[in-house]
T-cell receptor, first 114, second 111 residues
């Protein structure tokens, strides 16, 4: 079991640039989550997919953020244009079904926007 | 109503001591209470979880105590070791996809 795989591990970009974060969930998991973690706000749910369909995107901060899940083994989170306040660690997580079972996190992407 | 309040924010314990982290909730519909452990540079990982039909669950040195009437649950780490130094998050959910997270406790075990 390779776990949830995220890339890149670190991303440094300038304000205004487009950033794309990538995630490969655990095979067989049908629920996928994107979280953002900061010291100030803790863990925030950005978006939740079930069977590749976005179910809840109420946590997406604004229209600059978008997420896709074109198939069961790949998801992206895009920020365009990026701003310094987007600097955070972004986690992708997956689990076998939508509730009551462990959530498996990737090791995150640390994003720095200068 | 949807909040999970976690305390303390940080905790320093001597090696071999007992670490205790507390969480409180308001929503009586919560029916699943996991604890996650996060090391620097890693994502959170499930440590132990409990459902409200039991008052205690133990896995090795880690125990969850659950008080349904007080709407509180806590993590006890017995014989704390330096390798337990991490950030711990409690969480709660009510049978759907949403996990409501506590703010986290940074635990340091002094050798």
């Amino acid at each position: 079991d390779a776990g949830v795989i995220q890339s890149p591990r670190h991303e440094v970009t300038e304000m205004g640039q487009e950033v794309t974060l990538r995630c490969k969930p655990i095979s067989g998991h049908n629920s996928l989550f994107w979280y953002r973690q900061t010291m100030m706000r803790g863990l925030e749910l950005l978006i939740y997919f079930n069977n590749n369909v976005p179910i809840d995107d109420s946590g997406m901060p604004e229209d600059r953020f978008s997420a896709k899940m074109p198939n069961a083994s790949f998801s992206t989170l895009k920020i365009q244009p990026s701003e310094p306040r987007d600097s955070a660690v972004y986690f992708c997580a997956s689990r076998l079904r939508d509730s009551g079972v462990p959530l498996h996190f990737g090791n995150g992407t640390r994003l720095t926007v200068t | 109503q949807q909040q999970v309040k976690q305390s303390p924010q940080s905790l320093i314990v001597q090696k071999g001591g007992i670490s205790i982290i507390n969480c409180a909730y308001e929503n009586t519909a919560f029916d699943y209470f996991p604890w996650y452990q996060q090391f620097p540079g890693k994502g959170p990982a499930l440590l132990i979880a409990i459902r409200p039909d039991v008052s205690e669950k133990k896995e090795g040195r880690f125990t969850i105590s659950f008080n349904k009437s007080a709407k509180q649950f806590s993590l006890h780490i017995m014989d704390s070791q330096p390798g337990d130094s991490a950030t711990y998050f409690c969480a709660a959910s009510s049978g759907n996809y949403q996990l409501i997270w506590g703010a986290g406790t940074k635990l340091i075990i002094k050798p």
